[in-house]
């Protein structure tokens, strides 16, 4: 004969047990959801994350990219010239993982406006650049 303080134990033994299998089965369930739709991603051309390439962030937030798995081509506007654009998904993961930009940025400029914006960022350094070389000279 047990006592119902045995009977209670082996009660919440087996309720633990059937909790803990149905978390695993939730567990799995949402891993083969992943899985799939990982692969149905990458079935349209979208190009798979390497969280451990990605430059650290102090944030407690995770990008949609790292959350998603994969990069996808994501429509932007130039705010220069208003050109509509798309950032492609190969030039999202050379951003994020070789040129190693902060991960919550998205891309703003056309390659036009960039490389016009490059030049004139060149020329104005260097017009500041010989101002301090002119006001270095004479006082020496």
Known sequence: MKSSKQKRG???AKQRKAEEWRRLQAQRAAEQRRLREY???????EVPVVTSE??????YSIPDFVERGTYRPE???CKDCGVA????????????????GDVFTTAVRCR????????RKTAARRVHLEGL???????S
């Open 10 to 12: 082996e009660i919440d």
């Open 85 to 100: 654009e798309v950032w492609t998904p190969l030039q999202q993961k050379w951003w994020y993982e070789t040129a190693k």
């Open 39 to 45: 692969k149905i991603a990458l079935a349209r051309g």
């Open 54 to 59: 990605l430059a650290p962030s102090n944030s």
């Open 75 to 77: 429509p932007f506007v």
């Open 112 to 119: 036009a406006c960039r490389t016009r914006e490059r030049a």
């Open 133 to 139: 070389a002119r006001k270095k000279s004479p006082a």
